[in-house]
């Protein structure tokens, strides 16, 4: 049984922010903001002529316990420190494909606080000794590509990029990438593969990018978040962070919520928030009085969780998890209780049959025909039969695969099959 | 730094040089792990996900192809969780596979038939309509493509990238409407295209030369040397089990000759040794000559000059096997008391020197090194005839004896040269192929083809290879040491 | 241990003599040929070639060819009967047909007919139902004629189209693509060359 924070009652989200501390502010994309209201660029003040070495940036940032906010939910500071030591080649990747149905909060963060990203970015690529750092956008976030540009000019401009940095003798440049909106290409090899201007697929592992990635050389990638999250750890130390969040899930995280909700959105909050809680007063329920069926607690990958399971749920990775879904990229996808979760399942089949890349074969076919028996069930020529092969399927797809997209796409299969199959009869012939 | 690693495969221990993956190491023991991606000529793409092995220590399972071997790894090939990864794995193949083998040429060779045969044997679960993709493409001016046969191995691909570093082909789409194909305006045209109909392990590439034209059952296998430039490559030779009938070659794996390749040019060897355009039956003055007659003029040809060895010119190509080289020299030897003038014919356009950088040497012929080995043992002066023909037009021999070449087509003038010994008086010329000009020498005498030689070939590396005979395509057919023997008895 | 003696006394049969037996038999003889020459019975024998006989469904005669509904030869050179065939009579030559639906098709069929010893495992070998044994059996012919029997004489049987009729076009599921979903398919050569 969870255990829920007492402090955590009684206090909105809103008292919990250290990455949306300039929402709502008018001008907050603009630089000039960022220094004087949110501390900017004082964490790399700090680094750079408080003379932090590399190791203690990742030390830092290791004892704050940040993990990857992407939806693994790797150490950061541990994945930094798999980068060989020494001079050479580097490069940090930000990722921000954000692909996953359901999320925006990255978005939300190139809107909001883009020069976080972009200080966070500098601090981790001289943790890394990185002299050149992308943030790979997908392409259809028009305005994110621009305001992250903008920000990237003004950190120029401002004398945070470029050459020999506070007179450090730090030299770092940064660019931003227009990826051409594949799922396929928020995995982190296949983002490397699209950067490099090859058909983005994953690469095989081993080796990993933090030893041959981008052009072969070291490469680390980081979500939006957690790298934009960085200045702040560096700047009220990791102390001030962990008093944030659960032990095991130490901070804040930008959780994005949608479905028939009163009130969607992105919000920040603390993990190990309690998850009812959030949806029926942060939220303010669901529209109408609607009965809830269930939630996709960590974007379209994560297993649904039935109504029942979400109880006691509280938000942060090992709760999900032992719960039998993940926390993911935080989306949160509510499903009331006047949807068919057959037609839930034949929507994320048809995402994921035709966002495999097509390179490995349990994955090219299985998504393909995931999709193909879940839309002959809708249309109410499935048998009994068909829920079995979907099981198996979806078994036999599972790590198989160079890259998880096609755990992705047979965890919710199995979970929708398994916990929702009284729901499938009236589909089903015979 | 230890420069081995020792595993167990299956209880087996087996020890293997660091850096072995684990299929490299089951090729060593001799367990065969399933695969279709993975080539030993080719990198390692690792997305068949055929190759499923079970690792003692590790949750999953592992793909054989890109693991590799460390100090006692435990490699299990045949548990049912192994097995039951494979059938999966062959079913995620096949559920897309037109299954057209009946019109298929790769039927009968077909890795997907092979392996449902010894992996597979489970009853399709797939009730859905398949993908339907692009049939019989012509994507260059050997190959057909099949996308809907296609099992994306990307073999091709990287053979394109990798070997010939042509990349003409490309994989496009997504998921499981993923096609291989080339890029826009361009096909695949250079002189290796034939392997990648040998490497799809499938029939989606098939050879435009082979296809429609027999089923592969019916083929037997020959291995040999292939005679068309001096690399030697090893060859599989393949003939009809029922008509003397010859349909296609392929590489035979040889890493010191030609590792797994052989070009487009080579894989045409067959094509001379069919019956149409072999010549079949001695002639002498134009007029067929039985075989039994034949040891009888050729002895009294050769009796009239018995000890003028000067006036005798024997002209040789380096296109006959050590074994045949060494006859003819003793033979003639006996005979005249000496060895006659010797000439070598050589093409006049050659640059033996050439290289394209993969395997094709600019020596078409196969036995240079092996005549010249020959000819030094016999510490016999030979004059190379290369577009010159005065150095034997001025030694007014008597009698010439004139061994042709096999593969006409590596003579670029050889239709103008072989009229310059029809000019000379009482020639002896042997040849394999018909043509008008043997009519016109004094004895014209079929020669056997190297499918049916056993013998030697030296190749430019002076790696010494051997031919394997096949039965005759003329039955009553003598070849040159039946020949030598029987004037000799 | 004993014996059952089974054989008849000779003595008794002797007795009896062979004629009441003999005549018994002719007898027989005299009432069927009396039955059949007052037309009471009818007749076992048939007065061939006037009167055909006809076989069973399943007779095993000299082969013919199916078509397609559209009336192309349904075989696509596949050559497992040739395969299967255990006495080699048949000679397949294929080629690329012109109908991008069909892809291979028999340039060339022919049974060498005095080889073929009608065991039917063509017709068991063939996956697309393209060759089948009809119901012809009277195969006599003078020596100049052909014994080869080549595509065309096996797909326009004349002489036995009245028995085959509509069984010659096979009805069986078509396996091949129609020009619908031909032209919808993707193509990746179009000339127009909009790229990928």
């Known amino acids: 049984m969870p255990v829920i924070k007492n402090e955590y009652q009684g206090r909105k989200p809103d008292e919990f922010r250290i990455l949306l501390g300039l929402e709502g502010h008018s001008n907050a994309r603009n630089i000039q903001t960022y220094i004087e209201k949110g501390n900017g660029y004082k964490a790399l003040e700090k680094v750079l002529k408080g003379g932090m070495s590399p190791e203690d940036v990742i030390n830092t940032v290791k004892a704050s316990g940040l993990r990857g906010r992407g939806g693994a939910g790797f150490p950061t500071g541990l994945k930094w420190s798999f980068v060989p030591k020494g001079p050479g080649e580097k490069y940090l990747i930000t990722n921000f494909d954000e692909g996953e149905p359901g999320t925006y909060k990255d978005c939300y963060i190139s809107e909001v606080t883009p020069h976080s990203l972009v200080e966070g970015k500098i601090i981790a690529s001289y943790a890394i000794g990185a002299q050149k750092s992308y943030i790979y956008i997908r392409g259809e976030f028009h305005n994110e590509i621009r305001w992250c540009a903008e920000a990237i000019k003004e950190a120029y401009a401002a004398g945070y990029l470029g050459e020999n940095i506070m007179g450090s003798g730090f030299t770092h440049h940064m660019d931003v990438y227009s990826g051409a909106g594949a799922y396929i290409c928020g995995e982190e090899t296949g983002l490397i593969s699209s950067l490099e201007g090859k058909k983005g697929q994953p690469k095989l592992k081993p080796p990993f990018p933090a030893v041959k990635g981008y052009l072969g050389k070291p490469t680390v990638v980081n979500n939006v978040e957690s790298l934009a999250v960085v200045p702040w750890i560096i700047h009220n130390g990791p102390e001030a962070y962990k008093k944030f969040g659960t032990e095991k899930s130490p901070g804040t995280k930008l959780f994005n919520v949608s479905g028939p909700i009163a009130r969607p959105g992105c919000y920040e909050l603390p993990l190990g928030y309690p998850l009812m809680r959030f949806i029926n007063e942060d939220c303010g329920g669901l529209i109408g009085g609607k009965k809830l069926k269930a939630i996709i607690p960590g974007g379209s990958s994560a297993p649904a969780l039935t109504a029942k399971e979400c109880e006691n749920l509280t938000l942060d990775y090992e709760s999900i998890a032992g719960a039998g879904s993940m926390l993911g990229s935080g989306a949160i996808i509510v499903i009331p209780e006047d949807v068919s979760m057959v037609s839930v399942l034949e929507n994320l089949m048809d995402f994921y049959a035709h966002e495999s890349c097509g390179q490995c074969t349990p994955c090219r076919e299985g998504t393909g025909w995931l999709y193909k028996i879940s839309k002959h069930i809708l249309k109410g020529k499935g048998t009994k039969t068909d829920m079995d092969r979907m099981y198996s399927i979806a078994n036999n797809m599972r790590g198989k695969t160079i890259c998880v997209l096609s755990d992705a796409a047979a965890d919710p299969a199995r979970a929708i099959v398994t916990k929702f199959a009284h729901e499938f009869e009236p589909y089903l012939k015979g | ?489 | ?196």
């Open chain 3, 1 to 196: 241990m004993g014996y059952i003696n089974v054989s008849k006394d000779p003595e008794k049969s002797l007795k009896n003599g062979y004629l009441s037996t003999t005549l018994l038999g002719l007898g027989q003889t005299i009432s069927v040929f009396a039955k059949q020459l007052f037309k009471l019975e009818e007749s076992v024998t048939i007065q061939w070639p006037e009167v055909e006989y006809k076989y069973s469904e399943r007779f095993k005669g000299a082969h013919f060819l199916t078509k397609r509904p559209d009336g192309q030869v349904r075989c696509t050179a596949c050559f497992l009967c040739a395969t299967n065939c255990p006495a080699q009579c048949i000679n397949i030559v294929a080629g690329q047909s012109s109908d991008n639906g069909i892809e291979k098709y028999p340039v060339r069929f022919e049974i060498d007919i005095l080889r073929c010893v009608f065991c039917g495992f063509c017709e068991e070998a063939c996956p697309v139902d393209a060759i089948r044994l009809g119901p012809e059996y009277s195969m006599a012919g003078l020596p100049e004629q052909k014994w080869v029997y080549t595509k065309d004489y096996l797909l326009n049987r004349s002489e036995i189209k009245k028995q085959v009729g509509a069984k010659q076009v096979s009805k069986k599921e078509e396996n091949t693509k129609d020009a619908s979903v031909m032209s919808s398919l993707p193509n990746i050569h179009k000339s127009s060359g909009s790229g990928h």
């Open chain 2, 1 to 489: 730094m230890s420069e081995t690693v020792t595993l167990t495969i299956d209880g087996k221990e087996v020890t293997v040089p660091k850096g072995t993956s684990i299929i490299e190491a089951t090729e060593i023991l001799g367990v065969e792990i399933p695969r279709f991606c993975w080539h030993p000529g080719l990198s390692v793409a690792g997305v068949c996900r055929f190759c499923m092995v079970k690792i003692e220590g590790m949750p999953k399972l592992q793909i054989a192809c890109n693991t590799t071997c460390t100090e006692g790894m435990k490699v299990i090939t045949v548990s049912d969780e192994v097995k039951d990864a494979h059938k999966w794995a062959l079913e995620f193949h096949l559920i897309n596979h037109p299954l057209d083998c009946p019109i298929c040429d790769q039927a009968g060779e077909c890795e997907l038939q092979n392996y449902y045969m010894k992996v597979g044997r489970y009853s399709s679960q797939m009730d859905e309509d398949k993908v339907l993709k692009p049939k019989a493409l012509d994507v260059g001016d050997n190959l057909v493509l099949d996308t809907e046969r296609c099992i994306l191995c990307s073999r091709c691909v990287r053979f394109e990238d990798e070997v010939t570093k042509t990349s003409s082909l490309g994989i496009f789409n997504r998921g499981d409407h993923s096609i291989v194909g080339t890029f826009p305006n361009r096909k695949i045209q250079h002189n290796y295209s034939y392997n990648i109909v040998d490497i799809c392990p499938v029939g989606a590439f098939t050879a435009k030369d082979f296809r429609f034209k027999c089923r592969v059952w019916f083929l037997n296998e020959t291995k040999t040397i292939c005679p068309g430039c001096s690399t030697g490559c090893n060859i599989t030779l393949y003939e009809h089990k029922n008509q003397r009938q010859y349909y296609r070659l392929k590489p035979r794996k040889n890493m010191e000759v030609n590792g797994h390749w052989m070009c487009d040019e080579g894989r045409t060897m067959y094509e001379h040794l069919n019956a149409t355009n072999r010549l079949a039956v001695p002639t002498i003055a134009g007029k067929h000559l039985s075989w039994n007659l034949l040891g009888k003029e050729f002895k009294q040809k050769l009796e009239n000059v018995k000890g003028n060895a000067d006036k005798v010119a024997l002209v040789l190509t380096p296109q006959y096997t050590n074994e045949e080289y060494e006859n003819i020299l003793t033979s003639l030897k006996t005979i005249l008391g000496n060895l006659p003038k010797i000439y070598v014919w050589r093409d006049s356009a050659e640059k033996i020197d050439d290289f394209d950088g993969i395997l094709m040497r600019g020596d078409r012929n196969s036995n240079s090194k092996g005549l010249s080995q020959i000819l030094e043992k016999h510490a016999a002066q030979a004059v190379t005839l290369s577009g010159d023909f005065s150095p034997l037009a001025s030694s007014s021999a008597n009698l010439v004896l004139v061994f042709g070449p096999e593969i006409e087509k590596s003579y670029s003038q050889f239709a103008n040269e072989v009229t310059r010994f029809a000019e000379l008086s009482n020639v002896i010329y042997f040849g394999t192929t018909l043509n008008p000009i043997t009519k016109k020498f004094s004895l014209a005498i079929p020669t056997k083809v190297f499918a049916e030689k056993n013998g030697t070939f030296i190749n430019f590396k002076g790696i010494p290879q051997k031919l394997k005979a096949n039965p005759l395509v003329f039955p009553a057919m003598k070849g040159i040491e039946d020949i030598f023997a029987e004037i000799k008895a």
